[in-house]
């Protein structure tokens, strides 16, 4: 019987992220206790690694286009519980322990608004 996955990067157990041609990889963010979702970022290596080596979040930042640990200036840090990567290797997983708000405009999570029709309303 043939493998349906011959990729060892799918099926194997060496952490081998598959950046897109920018070097990033998504950040899909969660509360350890809730299992909300807190944010999405993106990782570079760099990031990936800082992050392993700290126990705290950090992210690449497109729009600086530099690394940045979540929490350097507000002191909202994400502190790591665990870090996932899904099948494929294109995306990181942080479950995290949050200090603070964790979205930049103070609210709990970046995702504090439902999508109604063509408008937006808080979410509770």
């Known amino acids: 019987m043939t493998d349906p996955h011959p990729d060892s990067r799918e099926t194997g157990l060496l952490l081998d992220p598959k950046y897109d041609s920018a070097g990033l990889v998504t950040a899909v963010v969660t509360d350890r206790v809730s299992g909300d979702v807190l944010m999405v970022a993106h990782m570079n290596a760099e990031a990936l690694a800082a992050t392993q080596a700290t126990g705290e979040a950090h992210f690449w930042s497109r729009s600086r286009a530099s690394l940045w640990k979540k929490g350097e200036t507000s002191g909202n840090v994400l502190r790591v519980a665990e870090l996932r990567v899904d099948c494929d290797q294109d995306a990181i997983w942080v479950i995290a322990d949050?200090?603070?708000?964790?979205?930049?405009?103070g609210a709990r999570s970046c995702f504090y608004r439902r999508i109604e029709g063509d408008g937006l309303v808080p979410a509770e």
Do not use: I, L, R, Y
């Open 98 to 105: 949050a200090a603070g708000p964790a979205c930049h405009t």
